[in-house]
């Protein structure tokens, strides 16, 4: 049996009156961008190595399911990661400018060259400001691939991740993820 799921994350800021607290759906357009790159989920998880793998780069997904019964529960695992660094997401393990020792993905992993391919053409998910200039994409490939690349180009592309981290946590006070079947 196959089934497809639908993931989706919305934010919501806290707005306080007297006795009162509600809670509002936050609908600006560049927090919600980046709370789609900076939130990241994924199909498995190596507890062994602390790595991710099977981005779930779309909103949709399917599993399928052999062996299923009528009302018998069958799992789905999504992992989930927020990483506070770009490094955590770029660098490989062995990378001397690597802040955080725990990365995405394994060095020389398949899901690290797919993900090369998708924060460059979905940029605009993790960085901000002047993010979507091809000599970012060039650093980015370089750090991602374990190429000799500038630190000064790594602090600015750090910098963009932060600013667009800093955005989400001043506009955002709780998240709301939903699995849809």
């Known amino acids: 049996m196959e089934i497809q799921f639908k993931l989706s994350i919305t934010g919501y800021?806290?707005?306080?009156?007297?006795?009162?607290?509600?809670?509002?759906k936050v609908t600006e357009e560049?927090?919600?961008r980046f709370m789609n790159g900076?939130?990241?989920?994924?199909?498995?998880?190596?507890?062994?190595?602390?790595?991710?793998?099977?981005?779930l780069h779309d909103e949709t997904f399917t599993r399928t399911f052999k062996d299923c019964k009528v009302d018998v529960p069958q799992e789905?695992?999504?992992?989930?990661?927020?990483?506070?660094?770009?490094?955590?997401?770029?660098?490989?393990?062995?990378?001397?400018?690597l802040t955080e020792k725990n990365v995405l993905?394994?060095?020389?992993?398949?899901?690290r060259l797919n993900f090369a391919k998708y924060i460059n053409g979905n940029i605009s998910l993790f960085l901000s400001g002047d993010a979507d200039k091809e000599q970012n994409k060039t650093v980015i490939e370089k750090i991602l691939n374990g190429d000799k690349y500038s630190t000064a180009?790594?602090?600015?592309?750090?910098?963009?991740y932060n600013d667009a981290d800093e955005?989400?946590?001043?506009?955002?006070?709780?998240?709301?993820?939903?699995?849809?079947?």
């Open 153 to 160: 180009q790594l602090s600015s592309l750090s910098s963009m």
């Open 167 to 181: 955005k989400i946590g001043t506009k955002v006070q709780y998240i709301l993820v939903e699995l849809n079947v």
């Open 76 to 97: 789905v695992n999504v992992y989930w990661v927020w990483p506070n660094t770009l490094g955590q997401i770029l660098m490989k393990s062995t990378d001397e400018n």
């Open 30 to 32: 560049e927090v919600t």
């Open 38 to 55: 900076h939130i990241m989920f994924f199909e498995k998880y190596d507890e062994n190595n602390h790595t991710y793998s099977d981005f």
């Open 105 to 111: 993905f394994g060095d020389n992993s398949e899901e």
């Open 13 to 24: 800021a806290e707005n306080k009156n007297e006795d009162a607290v509600s809670y509002e």
